[in-house]
């Protein structure tokens, strides 16, 4: 089975901190995304990655940044974290051979902004 | 881009009753429809997709229709329990980024 693993499930963190959440995967797979999901609007994409040092904007990647040194991990940072992100954060990955594959998730990062 | 709307945003049903969620999308061009599932506490988990060239899949207690022409898809769960509650999303895939979401629908199973 896909494992996605990410490295929080709570985070407390404070106005105008440098956020770290981190995720991992073994399987393998050539892609990597991070999502954003709040009551009412869904699953929003913040950023993926195809490929290590690859990365793509989603539909709301202001106020984010990404990174991805190594094929089984990407980092999404928060540069200067604001209470409009506290959030549920959820990384998945997926396979190659294009992006309609299925994607696998993690548990998700529960982040409070305060 | 893509947009996909999902119906109903909550659902509640008697145990042993059928379930039916519906979604449309906008791009014709889409050729991908996976359906996930998301139990309290965790993240989505992929149940059943379906690919544009064909009309249905099943499996099991679930099934998923998908008519391109009207440009809509549906997730039908027979007999369903109480473990089937959690929130339920279907997604389309039209090749300009990857999946958009609908937003989800709550399905309460009442034993």
């Known amino acids: 089975d896909v494992k996605v693993t990410q490295s929080s499930r709570y985070l407390v963190k404070r106005t105008g901190e440098k956020v770290f959440l981190e995720c991992v995967q073994d399987?393998?797979?050539?892609?990597m995304f991070w999502y954003r999901q709040d009551p009412g609007l869904g699953l929003r994409l913040i950023y993926f990655?195809?490929?290590?040092?690859?990365?793509e904007k989603g539909d709301i990647p202001e106020g984010y940044s990404v990174s991805r040194e190594k094929k089984e991990r990407f980092s999404l940072i928060l540069e200067s974290a604001s209470t409009n992100q506290t959030s549920m954060y959820l990384c998945?990955?997926?396979?190659?051979?294009?992006?309609?594959?299925?994607?696998?998730f993690g548990d998700g990062t529960r982040l409070s902004i305060l | 881009g893509e947009n996909v709307e999902q119906h109903p945003s909550t659902l509640s049903v008697q145990e042993g009753d059928s379930a039916v969620i519906k979604c449309t999308y906008s791009?014709?061009?889409?050729?991908?429809f996976p359906w996930y599932k998301q139990e309290l506490g965790k993240g989505p988990q992929l149940i059943i997709d379906?690919?544009?060239?064909?009309g249905e899949k099943k499996d099991q207690r679930i099934a998923v229709t998908l008519n391109k022409t009207a440009k809509h898809f549906s997730l039908h769960i027979t007999e369903t329990q109480p473990e089937d509650s959690a929130v339920y999303f279907c997604?389309?895939?039209?090749?300009?980024?990857?999946?958009?979401f609908g937003k989800g629908t709550m399905l309460l199973v009442s034993p």
């Open positions: 379906i690919r544009s060239n064909v």
């Open positions: 990655s195809y490929d290590v040092k690859m990365k």
């Open positions: 399987m393998d797979h050539e892609n």
């Open positions: 997604a389309a895939f039209s090749g300009y980024s990857t999946l958009t």
């Open positions: 791009d014709s061009a889409s050729n991908y």
């Open positions: 998945a990955s997926s396979p190659g051979g294009g992006l309609n594959q299925p994607q696998h």
